[in-house]
């Protein structure tokens, strides 16, 4: 490989990541310069510069990084080797700026207590400090090492997954009138009154759907935390979007290569897709006023007062505090 350029190994990443697999570079190559120029085999070892790449980000230093608001997914990619799905677990953040970042990710063949707190641990090793928010879906072993080490922050269920689950509860005709009601709790002008619509709706429905109650209150607290942040983030911060958003980007690259042989090049690969994709979302968009109000809301949770816990979770209920009692 001394004879190639650097120029062109970029290239070749670049179309790696891009989309295309080691045969197809490959081929394209010959075809544009009329004639052989790289074996698959030394595609193979310059697509390995992602390696290098992601332990720099693996370990970088997120002092610097000033988090707001924190999303947190797994996405699940085949590896031929074990011929079964392995989990990658990744840590997005909107910081107060607005940039959105790519904190985080890493394998996680489930999300248990145990390898969703190490994860945490990491971040907070190498300089994160408590966000305000923390959006998620409602796996428990991950909610639960959320408050061991983040007690103060707000954790947030995610809209997008509840309303799939409160869907299953009702009969088809019944849902536009539900969600209707359900949509108007959640986009409530303060906790307290989406509070009061929730249990207008559960005593409307106590009797015909109990389903759909017992659903609505289960993680009841978590669902309306997104109301205690600034309005126009609250769109942003109640729903684990921007996490699904770079996994539709992540899954378009490994169709190609639907059955990874490796853990190592999985990760490497699902990190060159996500880590082009946050250096494309890197835009500021919050205002001074916004950033203000992020302040005012880390000043009320006492976030920057926190150290962080080690101990583990009671069994039984979450030390989540909303803004209201924090206040």
């Given at each position: 490989m001394s004879h190639t350029s650097e120029?062109?190994?970029?290239?070749?990443?670049?179309?790696?990541?891009?989309?295309?697999?080691?045969?197809?570079?490959?081929?394209g190559l010959e075809s544009a310069v009329g004639h052989f120029l790289l074996a698959h085999r030394t595609v193979s070892e310059i697509a390995e510069s992602l390696a290098e790449e992601y332990e720099a980000f693996r370990t970088r230093d997120l002092r610097q990084e000033p988090v707001a608001y924190l999303f947190i997914d797994t996405v699940y990619e085949p590896l031929r080797r074990w011929g079964q799905k392995t989990g990658?677990?990744?840590?997005?953040?909107?910081?107060?700026?607005?940039?959105?970042?790519?904190?985080?990710?890493?394998?996680?063949?489930?999300?248990?207590?145990?390898?969703?707190?190490?994860?945490?641990?990491?971040?907070?090793?190498?300089?994160?400090?408590?966000?305000a928010t923390i959006t998620t879906?409602?796996?428990?072993?991950?909610?639960?090492?959320?408050?061991?080490?983040?007690?103060?922050?707000?954790?947030?269920?995610?809209?997008?997954?509840?309303?799939?689950?409160?869907?299953?509860?009702?009969?088809?005709q019944a849902w536009p009138e539900v969600k209707a009601l359900l949509v108007d709790m959640r986009d409530a002008p303060s906790q307290e009154k989406g509070e009061k619509r929730r249990a207008a709706i559960v005593e409307r429905y106590q009797g015909e759907f109990p389903e759909l109650c017992r659903c609505l209150l289960d993680d009841a607290e978590a669902s309306l935390n997104h109301l205690a942040v600034p309005k126009r983030h609250q769109q942003y911060v109640r729903t684990s979007n921007l996490v699904e958003r770079a996994f539709v980007e992540e899954r378009r690259r490994t169709k190609v290569i639907p059955h990874l042989w490796t853990e190592g090049s999985l990760?490497?690969?699902?990190?060159?897709?996500?880590?082009?994709?946050?250096?494309?979302?890197?835009?500021?968009?919050?205002?001074?006023?916004?950033?203000?109000?992020?302040?005012?809301?880390?000043?009320?949770?006492?976030?920057?007062?926190?150290?962080?816990?080690?101990?583990?979770?009671?069994?039984?209920?979450?030390?989540?505090?909303?803004?209201?009692?924090?206040?």
């Open positions: 120029v062109l190994k970029k290239l070749i990443v670049e179309m790696y990541v891009g989309g295309m697999s080691q045969r197809d570079i490959e081929q990658v677990l990744c840590v997005w953040a909107i910081c107060e700026d607005g940039r959105k970042v790519l904190l985080s990710l890493s394998t996680a063949n489930s999300e248990s207590f145990e390898s969703c707190r190490e994860v945490f641990r990491d971040l907070v090793k190498r300089g994160l400090r408590p966000p879906d409602g796996a428990i072993g991950l909610t639960q090492a959320l408050d061991a080490v983040w007690p103060k922050s707000l954790r947030i269920r995610c809209w997008f997954h509840k309303m799939q689950n409160l869907q299953q509860k009702v009969p088809a990760v490497h690969l699902v990190f060159g897709v996500l880590i082009r994709v946050s250096d494309r979302w890197g835009k500021k968009c919050f205002s001074e006023f916004e950033q203000q109000q992020i302040h005012s809301l880390r000043t009320q949770l006492k976030l920057d007062e926190q150290e962080v816990s080690m101990s583990e979770p009671s069994p039984y209920v979450p030390t989540r505090r909303s803004a209201a009692s924090a206040a």
